[in-house]
C-alpha cells in the first residue's frame, strides 16, 4: 500500500499564490508516476497535472498550463504543485493520486492510490 498526505492548502485572493505538498509513504517503490487532480463542488474530479519519477516528464491540464507546476523533491516521497495566477475557478478540493507505470494518465480511475485532499479556496 501506498499512503499519501497532502498540504498546503488555503484561502487566497485571486492572482495569488500556493503550493500543495503531497508526501507518500508504504510501497513507494511500486509507483512511478504521480498526479494531482481537482474536484470542485457539484463537479467531476479532473485532472490537473502529472510528472513521472522516472522519466522526470511532466503533463499538464490546459487550463492550468503556464500557471501550475508540478515538481517532485529529492527523495522519491514528495510531489509540488506550485500555483500562481490563481483565479476563483481553481477552487476545489485537491487531492494527490500515484499509479504504477510512468504513463501520465489524466483517467482518474487509471490512480491506485489517492490521498484525502487539501481545500483551495480562491476568493475573487
Known amino acids: 500500500q501506498v499512503q499519501l498526505v497532502e498540504s498546503g492548502g488555503g484561502l487566497v485572493q485571486a492572482g495569488g499564490s500556493l503550493r500543495l505538498s503531497c508526501a507518500a509513504s508504504?510501497?513507494?517503490?511500486?509507483?512511478?508516476?504521480m498526479g494531482w487532480f481537482r474536484q470542485a463542488p457539484g463537479k467531476e474530479r479532473e485532472f490537473v497535472a502529472a510528472?513521472?519519477?522516472?522519466?522526470?516528464?511532466?503533463r499538464y491540464a490546459d487550463s492550468v498550463k503556464g500557471r501550475f507546476t508540478i515538481s517532485r523533491g529529492n527523495a522519491k516521497n514528495t510531489v509540488y504543485l506550485q500555483m500562481i495566477s490563481l483565479k476563483p475557478e481553481d477552487t476545489a478540493v485537491y487531492y494527490c493520486a500515484a499509479r504504477g507505470g510512468s504513463f501520465l494518465s489524466a483517467v482518474r480511475g487509471q490512480y491506485d492510490y489517492w490521498g484525502q485532499g487539501t481545500q483551495v479556496t480562491v476568493s475573487s
Open positions: 508504504g510501497r513507494t517503490f511500486s509507483t512511478d508516476a
Open positions: 510528472i513521472s519519477w522516472s522519466r522526470n516528464s511532466t
